[in-house]
């Protein structure tokens, strides 16, 4: 609808998603997790696209999406032929055209006089004829209209917060200027005979040098321009490198002066006028409804959509972790289960919300049904990068099963124009998520919150289900497919169909071997079609600066000559890996391999964790060549323990 303000603030969130993939240096990167697909081979789909969309909104919207506290011509109806932003003076001139003529700036300061062609031109409305139309911003920009039919150039003249600084020392080879401000520009001469310099920006270079090349001479054009930078004293140093481009005649530079400023804009700056309040963001996970769900009160909830969750290549996300299908129990602690019949549930989630400045809360549903070990369903929180809290029992949290709680995080404020809300399992196991709530101000939570650090099991061993007794089902799979079992992650990696299963179902199987079992009830085979490769793993909490010793028991069977063993790459593994909080790999320790087949085994990795380590990752990882009627990997008594 004409002039709705939900409609313009998704516009401007769609304007910046739609520069998701530039970085500040230049690079575009369009893969989902970093990286370029697309940017690698074709620039031109990469991002211009989105840049012209961009420039047009800025065109078009000054007020909304143009830079706070700087000085810009935004919109014309006719070609710029020169620009001169001075110290409280822009001057430019334009080509010659038929018809209205008018301009739109967005400017720091408020216009005193405004010239066209030597003439005076009048504050007033512009929608009949020659004059200057202001419209002030909250942070003290200002908007400026200026029709300025039949003529050529255009003045104008005010109070600009900018500030002219001049060279604190010239010296043989560069050219240095202190300035205290959050944005500095060099103005200077371009020419056939420009030549090139580096830029040093507080002791450090620069990735764009300054070119003073251009097909006719212009003076005091801006030849670098950077803003964003902290509201303290900074020195920048351009230094002639004495050579041009392959077009320039010469390498002659020459600046004329620097520009700072030190003015700022309070957060509502983008707002024409404050009368938009960011609307609440209430979303359901799992939900699929077409429509809007209409909470007792009165509130809409929409499906949500904008998260993330990593599975691997060619991983059908939303059949691996959507809870489609309602939940038909009672729910408890709630006047509107329906929030919390859906869902969804993965090792690693992140949901992300677009959102307006200002200070924020958020406020996270979630609803625990599994019956499981303790330590393996606690999860832990991150907003914005940073953990809001550690190893989370959802079900003490509600004060039971099947029951609503409710976390509220208040004070919360965007980074780049979003909130991130992320949701991992603590000790390896999934994280579930029922809902999500992102309201301005501050709202209380409705649950007391329990947070469950999980204890140090008796036994000193850090796995869950590390002797595979509680292991009850097996799981087939091909390439990029994964399961969670009992605590336990698998993972197949090879185009081949391989099996992860149970040990004592194959009492029923006895032509692939019979079980046989280290100790207790129970141990986990693995199989393969032929030339297969699987990896079952756990993610642990671990102490940084800590000394750690992981094993695993392993048998390696070949039934009849031909198997485990016989080709060269047949291996069995056990491989630690270092994360960092953001769950990144910092380091991964030499593997402790088996290659030949033979009774139960004893592999071991001794390792001290480095001062940026929270977790382990635990891999037990078999690639065998023989099909599963030759030859098959058995683990058992698995364990991760501190050392004294």
């Not at 010469?250 to 030190?262: D, P, Y």
């Not at 692939?512 to 085979?525: D, N």
Request: aromatic content about 8%; some cysteine.
């Amino acid at each position: 609808r004409l002039k709705d303000p939900w409609a313009s603030e998704v516009a401007r969130r769609m304007m910046l998603l739609a520069t998701y993939d530039a970085r500040e240096n230049g690079v575009v990167e369009d893969n989902i997790d970093g990286g370029q697909i697309v940017a690698g081979a074709w620039f031109k789909i990469a991002h211009p696209m989105a840049l012209k969309h961009t420039l047009n909104a800025i065109a078009w919207q000054p007020e909304v999406f143009g830079a706070a506290r700087e000085n810009h011509i935004v919109r014309t109806t006719h070609v710029v032929r020169n620009v001169v932003y001075g110290d409280g003076r822009i001057e430019y001139s334009t080509f010659p055209a038929p018809g209205p003529t008018m301009d739109v700036l967005r400017l720091a300061f408020r216009p005193t006089a405004v010239m066209a062609d030597g003439k005076s031109l009048p504050f007033a409305q512009v929608t009949t004829g020659r004059g200057v139309e202001l419209m002030r911003l909250s942070c003290g920009d200002w908007i400026v209209a200026v029709r300025r039919d039949g003529t050529r150039t255009v003045v104008i003249s005010g109070d600009d917060p900018q500030k002219t600084v001049q060279a604190d020392a010239r010296e043989r080879n560069s050219l240095k200027f202190r300035f205290v401000g959050n944005q500095v520009r060099i103005l200077g001469r371009t020419g056939p005979d420009g030549g090139l310099a580096e830029v040093w920006l507080d002791g450090a270079k620069q990735l764009v040098p300054i070119d003073c090349w251009s097909p006719m001479a212009r003076y005091s054009q801006t030849l670098y321009y950077r803003n964003g930078l902290a509201n303290s004293e900074h020195v920048i140093e351009i230094k002639p490198v004495y050579r041009g481009n392959p077009v320039a005649k010469g390498h002659r530079v020459t600046i004329t002066v620097c520009q700072s400023s030190a003015a700022t804009s309070d957060a509502r700056c983008w707002q024409a006028a404050a009368t938009f309040r960011p609307m609440p963001q209430r979303v359901i996970f799992g939900y699929s409804g077409r429509r809007d769900y209409v909470a007792s009160d009165g509130t809409k909830w929409r499906p949500a959509t904008e998260w993330i969750v990593r599975l691997g290549g060619m991983a059908d996300s939303v059949a691996a972790t959507w809870r489609t299908n309602p939940v038909r129990a009672t729910i408890f602690g709630t006047a509107d289960p329906e929030i919390y019949r859906y869902g969804v549930h993965a090792r690693d989630l992140t949901a992300f919300f677009t959102v307006a400045p200002g200070t924020y809360t958020v406020r996270m549903h979630f609803m625990e049904t599994r019956r499981v070990d303790a330590r393996d369903r606690l999860v832990d929180i991150e907003i914005n990068g940073q953990t809001v809290l550690e190893g989370v029992d959802l079900e003490a949290t509600a004060g039971g099963f099947y029951r609503a709680a409710v976390l509220a995080f208040p004070g919360i404020r965007p980074r780049s124009g979003t909130i991130t809300v992320r949701v991992l399992g603590h000790s390896g196991g999934e994280a579930v998520l029922q809902a999500v709530e992102i309201l301005l101000g501050y709202a209380p939570s409705h649950r007391r919150l329990v947070v469950s650090v999980p204890r140090q099991p008796p036994d000193g061993n850090l796995l869950i289900n590390s002797g595979f007794e509680e292991t009850s089902v097996g799981t087939v799979g091909r390439l990029g497919e994964r399961a969670q079992r009992s605590g336990w992650t698998y993972v197949f990696a090879s185009a081949s169909q391989s099996y992860i299963w149970a040990e004592t179902d194959y009492v029923q199987h006895p032509q692939l071997g019979l079980p046989e079992i280290r100790s207790g009830k129970q141990a986990l085979r693995t199989h393969t079609d032929g030339t297969g490769r699987t990896m079952v793993y756990q993610e642990v909490p671990v102490i940084p600066l800590t000394n750690y010793v992981a094993e695993a028991w392993v048998r390696a069977v070949d039934l009849h000559g031909k198997g485990f063993g016989r080709h060269p790459g047949d291996a069995v593994a056990l491989v630690i890996q270092e994360l960092s909080s953001s769950g990144g790999v910092t380091l991964e320790h030499p593997r402790s391999e088996l290659r030949e087949p033979g009774p139960y085994r004893r592999i071991e990795c001794r390792f001290r964790t480095g001062a940026d380590t929270r977790r382990i990752r635990f891999i037990l990882e078999a690639i065998q060549h023989a099909p599963y009627t030759e030859g098959h990997v058995t683990y058992d008594d698995c364990s991760l323990r501190p050392l004294p």
